[in-house]
């Protein structure tokens, strides 16, 4: 190909709208790509074209008036390949720009009127043809050549190749037509078409056509996302996820723990237990013996738990299923139930079913899974928020301004909504430029007042935290004492509700006043934001971690004092513990002071998060249909009367103070797993009511959030808050499984009488049974033989990729100068091209010294 | 599916689901909303030409619920459309692959420049810019602010200092942009 300028390209320069001849510096300023030698065609040419003299000759002539052909259409003719007549153009509005792998190319092979062909220099016409078949002319068959290339370069891989050519074919940037003719001469071969992969492919579409059935609450999300844009439905999102995390969280604990338990019949209660080790065994009937005492004065002291309370037997059975007590406490809600069953009891295939063992294995794999998922779920949601806040500083007012609109909004109000929104985060960054500028120029005085306001302001959040917490820690320390003196029982469910509504209503009421102090603080609108979420995630989970807290120092920690009498456990009648349990009760023979005492301490933890979980229901419902729906009522009604209705009438959506919500729900269910086997029931219960809830309140009852939440942000900010809090919980419940003593009156650990006894012993003691080479291969994972070799090369491997990521970031930065050099040089040849244009031949010795003047 | 029969042959609808991305299912619920558009002008049988000879106005089209209050919907069907103002059923399909969930951000990224690029001359110059921000803001801002603005994305992504976007620099943005991806789509 012979064109002027060797392998430079040609440019057919458009003409002005107006239809009149164009200057062509001014044409040539508007392009930006690399040095082009300017030609233009004359209209109504086919077949092949000398380049040179056509450019040499256009360079000094004005444009033509009437359409000029693409080049490229031209050079595609030089290869003596089918083009249609200039006459009828292939192309309007399509320039076909495609993303080559490395070089995104601008690129234009379709030319009519207004429209030019570009193509950069270096790029051979034959790489270009050849690695985009389908910029051709439509009408041409050089896309049919450059199909069967292709399938001729790599008959024998079909099935890699369609797959590989099928989503080629998909992103092709360009119309369909042109798609179906670049397909077609992929599958020309009809050998091709009838080699199995088509029957795979379909067989896959089907199975995605399937699927996408199973897409759970799809049409939901396009309501939600029309009114509220992406960042809502990504809550909904977050929401639906959560729905298959307790999905699986209650089917793995179902089928492990509960299902077993139901389903063998013997012992039906664990007094009528026999001693499996058989009667003879001294040492296991002990212990066995003690436990039997324990569960015996435990299941007492629950019947006289019953009767203290003089209210007919119908309300005291609703009164105990919403505290958990008297007969709930002894359904399989709770962990005191569970105790080992045996499966075809009296034949001779009878098996014992270990739940001690059950309970830690199902723990383990639902706490493993469910990091696994987190984990990988996150990592995308945590890039995305860390490239965003990188580029954050670098590119904010290009992504505001190309990536403003949610594409995904179609009802008029949100529109308009989303609209006021974006002018609204305009301004804010303007006044953030602004009061950046204005705290430069700042005086030291001022400095030193926004300073001393903020550090008093955080000492008075951090004092109303403390004091917050306080009050939770009192409240469930003063349970126990409460339970003793209060006879009514109404009063009685309220204090039993104390600790989880002091929580509820601090969640609730503290973030108001949070935002109110943070507007006096005088952040920047982006940081004050980010501080109040700080604020509100410190609070949600550290009312649950001093909840913990509390329960522990009252559980677990032991005073100095002796002060248990009749301890059911022989030969021990003066000690601190009873059974395991602190809080046993010293009189419990005559009933007065039964309702003060613990006697299996994991049921009463898993009484608390069930009380938690109910509350976090009753709030879930209440806070709809008595404060959304009444709200929206008296705002619709009275905002034109009252101008005070239509300033605080109207609810926005807050998706932090929702996430948060969501999470807590979710963490209360991964603490009281473990003592409330059935709490994922519950809480996958409540994750499908919330979903259905949430929209429904959202549709009736909110307008748009106030603040233009990112999708990807609010992503990596749901799953941050998760990850945070599963592993607070994970560390707890695991805490609780390595060094607590279970109880010897209750739950599926009791037989186990050893003083330091743990729940997790039960794992290992099992591994120890197995053939050594077995056990001492799972042991090695818990000496330091194994351990600090791992530790080192985890460093080592954190350390390669922290290197390897340091190597890139340095790259990025240097590939990002290469990009802006290239684009001066551009402009310089570009300029170059210009002056020649303007002086003509540099050969010429007056235009070279024009020129370099 | 009686529907399936009548209205594409197997093979056009195997077409459709290799060059979108879109099953068949979903293919034939876009050619409902295509046809329901302008019912008397769109015939059932699409079996022969009809895919890429039948055309109905743009206007129609941008007046689809998913469309209609977008403020870039008028630019969206013409970017689409080849004739003046008209679309065919192809062509809508098209519109939806790129928009559908599964389009990878490529291809995203070559039309979002396309829709953008106002006067279709290859580059985000000053007045494309300017274009796109009324859009969004709709008299929200004073001229000073745009301008502002403007000079304040170009600062930020023009690399090579010439006043306008190229493809490449708007490539460069939009790469790494997070959200793009997330808000580029429209659900059909």
């Keep these: 190909m012979a064109t002027a300028g060797g392998s430079a390209e040609i440019l057919a320069v458009p003409e002005d709208s107006d239809g009149g001849p164009a200057p062509v510096e001014a044409s040539i300023r508007r392009r930006n790509t690399q040095a082009y030698v300017v030609s233009q065609l004359p209209s109504h040419r086919s077949g092949s074209l000398d380049y040179r003299k056509e450019s040499e000759e256009l360079a000094r002539s004005t444009l033509p008036k009437r359409r000029h052909r693409s080049i490229a259409a031209a050079r595609a003719d030089s290869y003596n390949l089918e083009t249609s007549s200039a006459d009828s153009p292939y192309c309007k509005e399509n320039p076909a720009i495609v993303v080559d792998g490395v070089a995104a190319v601008v690129d234009q092979l379709c030319a009519e009127d207004e429209h030019s062909a570009l193509l950069p220099v270096g790029t051979s016409p034959e790489a270009s043809l050849h690695r985009r078949p389908s910029k051709m002319n439509r009408k041409s068959t050089i896309v049919k050549f450059m199909g069967l290339q292709e399938s001729e370069e790599e008959p024998e891989d079909v099935g890699r190749l369609s797959d590989e050519l099928n989503k080629k074919v998909k992103s092709l940037p360009v119309p369909m037509s042109m798609k179906k003719k670049y397909r077609d001469s992929v599958w020309i071969d009809a050998a091709i078409r009838g080699t199995g992969t088509k029957p795979w492919e379909k067989r896959w579409l089907a199975i995605k056509d399937s699927l996408g059935a199973l897409d759970l609450w799809a049409h939901h999300f396009k309501e939600i996302e029309g009114r509220f844009g992406s960042a809502v439905s990504a809550y909904l999102r977050f929401i639906r996820w959560l729905f298959f995390l307790n999905l699986f969280t209650f089917i793995v604990s179902f089928c492990v723990i509960i299902v077993p338990y139901w389903a063998t019949t013997y012992p039906p209660s664990f007094e009528e237990a026999e001693n499996p080790d058989g009667p003879n065994s001294t040492l296991a009937n002990s212990s066995w013996l003690q436990a039997q005492h324990c569960t015996e004065n435990y299941y007492r002291s629950l019947t006289n738990n019953t009767l203290s309370l003089k209210i007919p037997e119908q309300a005291l059975k609703v009164l105990d299923f919403f505290i958990g007590t008297g007969w709930m406490e002894k359904t399989t809600m709770f962990y005191g139930t569970y105790h080992n069953r045996t499966f075809n009891h009296g034949t001779k295939d009878s098996y014992n079913y270990n739940m001690g063992l059950a309970y830690l294995l199902s723990m383990v794999a639902i706490f493993l899974v469910s990091f696994i998922l987190i984990v990988t779920n996150s990592s995308q949601a945590v890039k995305d928020a860390i490239r965003s806040d990188e580029e954050h500083s670098s590119v904010h007012f290009t992504n505001s301004v190309l990536c403003g609109w949610d594409f995904c909004i179609n009802n008029e109000k949100s529109a308009r909504d989303k609209k006021r929104i974006l002018v609204q985060e305009f301004k804010a960054d303007l006044t953030e430029q602004s009061k950046r500028m204005e705290r430069l120029s700042r005086t030291g005085k001022q400095k030193l007042i926004r300073f001393l306001i903020r550090l008093i302001i955080n000492i008075l959040i951090l004092a109303m935290l403390g004091g917050c917490l306080f009050l939770i820690y009192y409240t469930t320390n003063k349970l126990l004492e409460l339970r003793k003196v209060i006879r009514d029982p109404l009063l009685m469910l309220v204090v039993q509700f104390v600790p989880s509504m002091t929580i509820t209503v601090l969640n609730y009421i503290m973030p108001v006043v949070f935002d109110v102090l943070v507007a006096v603080e005088d952040y920047l609108p982006a940081t004050s934001v980010k501080v109040t979420l700080v604020r509100w995630v410190l609070l949600r989970l550290s009312s649950l971690g001093v909840l913990l807290v509390a329960l522990y120092y009252t559980l677990q920690v032991e005073d100095d004092e002796a002060k248990i009498f009749n301890c059911p456990e022989e030969g021990t009648t003066s000690v601190t513990r009873c059974c395991s349990n602190l809080m046993w009760s010293t009189s419990d023979q005559n009933g007065t002071s039964a309702l003060s005492d613990v006697k299996c301490w994991e049921t009463y933890l898993g009484q608390q998060f069930y009380k938690l979980c109910i509350v976090d229901y009753a709030v879930l419902f209440l806070k709809t249909f008595l404060v959304e729906f009444p709200r929206k009522f008296l705002f619709d009604r009275f905002k034109e009367r009252f101008s005070l209705v239509a300033a605080f009438g109207q609810q926005f959506f807050d998706l932090p103070e929702n996430v948060l919500d969501i999470v807590y729900s979710q963490a209360i269910s991964w603490l009281g797993m473990f003592f409330a086997p059935l709490l994922p029931a519950m809480t996958l219960l409540k994750v499908i009511i919330i979903f259905y809830l949430k929209k429904l309140t959202l549709v009736y009852n909110y307008a748009p959030p106030q603040y233009a939440y990112k999708a990807s942000k609010s992503n990596s900010f749901f799953m941050t808050i998760l990850l945070i809090s599963f592993i607070l919980c994970t560390a707890v419940v695991g805490y609780m499984i390595g060094n607590l003593h279970p109880s010897k009156s209750c739950g599926p650990f009791r037989v186990y009488s050893r003083d330091d006894y743990v729940m997790w012993h039960a794992l290992t003691d099992e591994i120890s049974r197995w053939p050594a080479a077995a056990s001492d291969f799972f042991f090695f994972f818990g000496t330091p033989a194994f351990f600090v070799p791992a530790f080192l090369v985890l460093c080592l491997m954190m350390y390669c990729y922290w290197a390897v990521a340091q190597g890139y970031r340095k790259m990025e930065s240097i590939l990002r100068e290469q990009l802006k050099m290239e684009g001066k040089d551009k402009q310089f040849l570009l300029a170059r091209v210009n002056d020649i244009i303007k002086y003509g031949n540099l050969r010429n010795p007056d235009n070279a010294a024009a020129f370099l003047h | ?188």
């Excluded at chain 2, 928009?99 to 279709?120: H, L, M, N, Q, T």
């Design chain 2, 1 to 188: 599916m009686g529907n399936k029969v009548s209205t594409f042959t197997a093979e056009q609808l195997e077409a459709y689901e290799d060059c979108t991305f879109f099953t068949s299912k979903e293919i034939l619920r876009i050619f409902a909303r295509y046809q329901a558009l302008a019912p008397d002008k769109v015939p059932y049988d699409m079996t022969g030409k009809e895919a890429h000879t039948v055309r109905i106005d743009n206007a129609l089209v941008a007046a689809m619920p998913e469309l209609k209050e977008n403020p870039f919907r008028d630019r969206i069907c013409e970017v689409f459309s080849e004739a003046d103002g008209q679309m065919t059923f192809e062509e809508f399909l098209d519109m939806f692959s790129v928009f559908s969930e599964s389009a990878p951000r490529d291809i995203k990224a070559v039309y979002a420049f396309k829709i953008y690029d106002w006067d279709g001359d290859n580059h985000l110059n000053k007045s494309d810019l300017e274009k796109t921000l009324l859009k969004l803001t709709k008299d929200g801002l004073t001229a000073e602010e745009i301008a502002f603005v403007i000079d304040k994305v170009l600062e930020e992504a023009d690399l090579d200092d010439d006043g306008m976007l190229s493809y490449i620099e708007f490539e460069h943005v939009i790469s790494r942009a997070p959200d793009f991806l997330n808000t580029f789509h429209i659900r059909i």
